[in-house]
């Protein structure tokens, strides 16, 4: 069998994160010779999903070349004495029975990956389920007109308070016997606007850039206790001071024009088996069946080896008469390719030195949490003849979370905290046993990483607390870590993102992350057609295949690829 350097790829993708993986399927119909390397021994990269096993091995090298830091375990379950009796989902189940996404999100039905992985023919290989009730956590003593002014971190002991259902359409807004009248024509009438896009442009030269909370009151006379339910839809990860409407009303109308697209009652789903992981592995299938080579644990050679000079600066060598540039891989095998495409993690560690890119970068907190319940209330059928949901949102709004800090001197925050968001999964998704969930949990940083994990876990607390079950749900696993999110440099101008801005090499493209935060956005996909359209030189047909011949659908077969 020829060696990975006998042959000069046209183009070598290095990671299987979700957008190198969509690339791969794009490019699994053009003919070229595919090389897709992965440092790691799973796919998935950033978006991986991992058995509990696979989390300990990846929290012990979470630092090293990814966006992820702070990783630390606590197998609660594992502390407690076997007692007699004990249910079976009051305990872990075994590794493999558990597959946890290291970046859950929501896809709406509205996404333009939808009718992408429709028309590349991949899309019977993927279960989708429906994401069904939107929560929001309102505390016992609310203070529904006070705003959070330098709120101080303290050992405070957790306050009761309860789950109130959001709204999801006027319907449901109609049948709230906790909305008085004249508070349901202020919602009707918002979300009239909401839906009526071509309104949407004279209000943003009034409001666009005023924080939403503003518009909503001053604009519409929407009282601020009927406003947190409203900010839970956009998903910011920012309090409602630093939440511009510019943000919010978009978000809102992709919500609410999303329920019903797909059936009735739910407006975003989650791919089975792992989310994001599942659609990527579905992908790299694909890729393999079109006759890409796949080569797990192989990525390029770092720094520190020996002789990486000898590529130059870049850490890659371009010939320019033939266009081919050089790279090196783990253990000195030498590549060719045409193209060279990763993410800020996977490509030569030279290239990241020399980018000159200055782009202003932050981390999200993120924990995954193993609970000893169904918790069956938080999934109730959203609307006659609607699927099972799977999926649950809960928010828990800016300022109804009590702040631990392990510290003698309480912190004092310069700014509102955020919001805490929990997606809750079934098992149904299969990402763990019947009678357990996972609930992952997302916010960013206030202060500093610990007051964000403080946050994180007050939420989860005030969650399970206040779950009416018998027995009660007992957290039983959970992992806390940090994400690194670094926006691109322009927004909506995909050529560009696509580019390392001062490399030498024009042959290599730079893949934006996927943003950490709960929603999957377009950006994603509009990012690879960039780099797919700079690889073929055309536009036209991106994911645009006919079926197979001999086979009923994408990747039904064994294709040439290795692993």
């Not at 057609?529 to 001999?550: C, L, P």
């Amino acid at each position: 069998m020829e060696s990975l350097s006998d042959t000069i790829w046209d183009v070598l993708l290095s990671g299987t994160g979700f957008a190198q993986s969509l690339l791969a399927l794009a490019l699994s119909r053009s003919g070229k010779k595919v090389l897709h390397i992965d440092k790691d021994d799973y796919y998935g990269g950033a978006e991986a999903a991992l058995s509990l096993q696979e989390v300990e091995s990846w929290a012990d090298s979470a630092t090293k070349g990814s966006p992820f830091r702070h990783a630390t375990i606590r197998n609660v379950a594992g502390e407690k004495e076997p007692e007699q009796g004990e249910k079976r989902s009051e305990k872990l189940g075994f590794s493999r029975a558990y597959s946890l996404s290291l970046s859950p999100q929501l896809i709406y039905t509205r996404s333009n990956l939808l009718p992408a992985l429709v028309s590349s023919k991949v899309y019977r290989q993927v279960e989708f389920l429906a994401v069904g009730s939107w929560w929001i956590y309102e505390p016992e003593n609310s203070r529904e007109d006070k705003r959070i002014e330098g709120a101080r971190v303290s050992q405070a002991a957790p306050s009761t308070g309860s789950l109130r259902r959001i709204p999801g359409g006027r319907e449901d807004v109609f049948a709230d016997k906790s909305i008085d009248l004249r508070s349901t024509r202020s919602l009707m009438k918002f979300l009239k606007l909401a839906t009526d896009t071509e309104a949407h442009a004279s209000l943003m030269e009034v409001w666009g850039s005023k924080p939403f909370p503003d518009f909503l009151e001053s604009h519409l006379g929407i009282l601020p206790r009927l406003q947190a339910p409203l900010l839970a839809l956009t998903m910011s990860p920012h309090p409602p001071t630093k939440t511009p409407t510019s943000y919010a009303l978009p978000r809102i109308h992709r919500h609410l024009t999303s329920v019903g697209m797909f059936g009735p009652g739910f407006g975003s789903v989650i791919p089975k088996w792992g989310g994001l992981a599942e659609i990527a592995q579905v992908a790299c299938r694909a890729g393999a069946v079109g006759g890409g080579v796949y080569v797990l644990k192989k990525g390029f050679e770092t720094e520190g080896d020996p002789d990486q000079q000898t590529l130059g600066r870049e850490g890659t060598r371009l010939d320019e008469e033939t266009q081919v540039s050089t790279v090196r891989l783990q253990g000195g095998e030498e590549i060719k390719a045409h193209w060279i495409v990763g993410s800020d993690w996977d490509l030569p560690s030279k290239v990241e030195a020399v980018t000159g890119e200055k782009a202003v970068s932050d981390y999200v907190a993120r924990s995954i949490t193993i609970v000893s319940s169904p918790l069956s209330q938080l999934f109730p059928p959203p609307a006659e003849g609607a699927p099972p949901p799977a999926g649950a949102v809960v928010a828990f709004p800016t300022g109804t979370l009590e702040l631990e800090y392990e510290s003698d001197r309480p912190q004092v925050l310069e700014d509102d905290p955020p919001p805490v968001y929990l997606i809750i999964h079934s098992s149904d998704t299969g990402e763990c046993p019947a009678g357990q969930c996972v609930i992952y949990a997302h916010t960013t940083y206030p202060a500093s990483s610990a007051v964000a994990h403080s946050l994180l876990q007050s939420a989860i607390d005030k969650f399970v607390a206040i779950i009416d079950e018998s027995p009660k749900p007992q957290i039983l696993w959970y992992l806390h870590y940090d994400q690194k999110h670094t926006p691109p440099a322009t927004a909506n101008d995909y050529d560009t993102n696509i580019k390392c801005a001062k490399l030498s090499n024009p042959h290599v493209l730079k893949l934006p992350d996927v943003d950490p935060g709960l929603v999957l956005e377009d950006d994603v996909l509009k990012n690879v057609r960039a780099a797919w359209r700079r690889i073929k030189g055309e536009d036209e047909g991106f994911m645009m295949f006919e079926e197979r011949e001999g086979m009923g659908e994408e990747g039904a077969e064994d294709g040439d690829g290795e692993t």
